[in-house]
C-alpha cells in the first residue's frame, strides 16, 4: 500500500481527535467527537478558491442524505481558511453538510496531508471523474465562483499550495480509510467513497 493511503495509527489518531477546529459560527470543536457516534467521511480540501475542490464537493452535495442515513454517516468538509468563509463556500457549492476549518493546518500535518503543490494531475496518469474541462476550466470556476464573487474573502481562502485527503472516521477512534493527496486533483472518486463507507449511490 502506497504511504499516501496509510491509516493513521491510534496514536496518530487520539493525538488528532483532541485538536480543536472551527464551526461555521467560529466556535472551537475537538475534531474527535465530530465522529465519536457515527460514521463521519471526512473531506479535507485544498482552499476554498480551488476550483477543481470546488467541482468535488458539488459532486458530493449530490449524495442522498437518506441513504447517509441508512449507512448511519455523513459527510463533512475540512478547509485550512477562516470559519467566516465557510457559509459562502457552501452556498457556491450546494453542499449542506458540515463545514469547518483548520487555519493552523495542524489537523491536516498530524493526518498525513504535509504535501504542498499546485502540480495538476501528471502527464499519462488517468483524470478523476468529477473533473469538468481542463485546467483552465478549474482556476475560471474557482475565481468565478472565490474571489470575484466574494471579493471580501479574498486572504480567507486558505494556504493555496495545501494538499487535502479523504478518510472514513468512527464511530469512536478509528479510521477505516485514508488517502492524501498527491496533486490538486487527487480526490478519492465519490462513488469509491461512499461504496467503501457502506453508502449507496
Known amino acids: 500500500?502506497?504511504?499516501?493511503?496509510?491509516?493513521?495509527?491510534?496514536?496518530?489518531?487520539?493525538?488528532?481527535?483532541?485538536?480543536?477546529?472551527?464551526?461555521?459560527?467560529?466556535q472551537k470543536v475537538k475534531f474527535g467527537s465530530i465522529f465519536e457516534k457515527e460514521s463521519v467521511i471526512a473531506v479535507f480540501i485544498r482552499h476554498f478558491f480551488c476550483g477543481n475542490c470546488q467541482m468535488y464537493v458539488e459532486q458530493l452535495a449530490t449524495v442522498k442524505k437518506e441513504n447517509l442515513a441508512s449507512a448511519s454517516a455523513k459527510i463533512i468538509v475540512i478547509g485550512c481558511g477562516k470559519w467566516d468563509a465557510i457559509k459562502a463556500y457552501a452556498e457556491?457549492?450546494?453542499?449542506?453538510?458540515?463545514?469547518?476549518?483548520?487555519?493552523?493546518?495542524?489537523?491536516?500535518?498530524?493526518?498525513g496531508m504535509t504535501i504542498g503543490s499546485v502540480k495538476g494531475t501528471p502527464a499519462g496518469e488517468e483524470r478523476r471523474s468529477y473533473l469538468r474541462g481542463g485546467f483552465w476550466t478549474a482556476v475560471g470556476q474557482g475565481l468565478l465562483k472565490g474571489p470575484l464573487s466574494h471579493p471580501t474573502l479574498l486572504g480567507k481562502q486558505g494556504n493555496i499550495t495545501q494538499l487535502g485527503g479523504d478518510f472514513i472516521?468512527?464511530?469512536?477512534?478509528?479510521?477505516?480509510?485514508?488517502?492524501?493527496?498527491?496533486?490538486?486533483?487527487?480526490?478519492?472518486?465519490?462513488?469509491?467513497?461512499?461504496?467503501?463507507?457502506?453508502?449507496?449511490?
Open 1 to 26: 500500500m502506497s504511504s499516501n493511503k496509510s491509516i493513521p495509527d491510534a496514536s496518530v489518531l487520539q493525538e488528532a481527535s483532541l485538536l480543536e477546529i472551527f464551526d461555521l459560527n467560529g
Open 169 to 201: 472516521l468512527g464511530p469512536g477512534p478509528k479510521c477505516s480509510y485514508a488517502s492524501c493527496m498527491q496533486n490538486t486533483a487527487d480526490h478519492t472518486e465519490v462513488a469509491e467513497l461512499m461504496k467503501l463507507a457502506g453508502v449507496e449511490m
Open 92 to 111: 457556491t457549492t450546494g453542499f449542506s453538510g458540515e463545514i469547518y476549518v483548520d487555519p493552523t493546518r495542524e489537523l491536516y500535518h498530524k493526518l
